[in-house]
């Protein structure tokens, strides 16, 4: 089977089907997502936060992106596949972003790269566009602006604020991007935008009335614990599951219980 492509998901919009999206950003979580039936599976910069430890996406290089793509890429068949392209990555000057883009697509095997913001990066997306690499915006929570936002808190809630993420989807959209990521913003206005756009938009924290839908796997698994955010529902308690696995382990290797000799060799 092929993988779903930029032109499956402009139909599964016109046919008001659902896209389903996750991150993942190794090999074993991205055979399970893909076996799912996930029509996109995200290398986020969210990377940094839920799998490297840092405290924001910030820190995440293109090296970082590159490998795990390439692994997320080599546990999967059927999903799309889209990397991040990581903070000064692509905002310097749209040539560097281009051969950068490149790099996610030639060296990582992804299928797509998304970038966050408005107007300011629309030459970028069409340099990337034109050289035949699908880009999707990342319009509304730009996590990487996390400094400029004063935090990670919900955007477009003034009228001036809505007309102005309304106007970069459409610019985006003008641009060549194939689809649109709206971050935690009211859900009337994804709504708007939602109807206005030909291209599908994935909400996260956005409402129900987006083309698709997207979360961080972490997330939704229960394993990243530190913080959870509003907009998340948490599916399993995998991150609780472990620890309890891993104290029993502890607990039999301490007792003399692990390994019996049915897990030895004669
Ligand atoms: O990095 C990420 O995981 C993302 C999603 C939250 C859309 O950008």
Do not use: W
Request: negative net charge; hydrophobic residues 40%; charged residues 25%.
């Amino acid at each position: 089977m092929s993988r779903v492509t930029v032109l499956k998901l402009k139909e599964m919009k016109a046919a008001n089907e659902k896209i389903a999206m996750l991150t993942a950003y190794d090999y074993p979580f991205a055979s399970i997502v893909d076996e799912a039936g996930i029509e996109i599976i995200l290398v986020g910069d969210s990377l940094g936060m839920v799998v490297l430890g840092y405290d924001s996406t910030i820190p995440v290089t293109l090296d970082d992106t590159i490998r795990h793509t390439q692994a997320v890429v080599r546990g999967t068949k059927n999903a799309m596949v889209v990397a991040d392209m990581p903070f000064l990555t692509y905002q310097v000057s749209p040539s560097q972003a281009l051969m950068n883009a490149g790099r996610l697509i030639q060296e990582g095997g992804a299928q797509a790269v998304k970038l966050e913001g408005g107007r300011e990066v629309a030459n970028t997306v069409h340099t990337i566009v034109s050289a035949g690499i699908p880009v999707m915006g990342h319009l509304g929570l730009t996590p990487q602006s996390v400094h400029q936002l004063g935090g990670y808190k919900v955007q477009g809630r003034t009228e001036e604020a809505a007309k102005r993420l309304k106007e970069d989807a459409l610019i985006l959209q003008e641009a060549g991007a194939f689809s649109l990521v709206l971050e935690a913003v009211p859900m009337e206005l994804a709504k708007e935008v939602t109807e206005e756009l030909n291209i599908p938009t994935i909400g996260i924290g956005a409402g129900p009335h987006c083309d698709g839908q997207v979360l961080v796997l972490h997330d939704l698994l229960g394993v990243f614990q530190k913080f959870t955010p509003k907009f998340v529902k948490r599916y399993a308690e995998l991150g609780k599951m472990a620890k309890e696995a891993i104290e029993e382990y502890r607990k039999d290797v301490k007792e003399g219980k692990f390994p019996t000799e049915e897990h030895s060799y004669r």
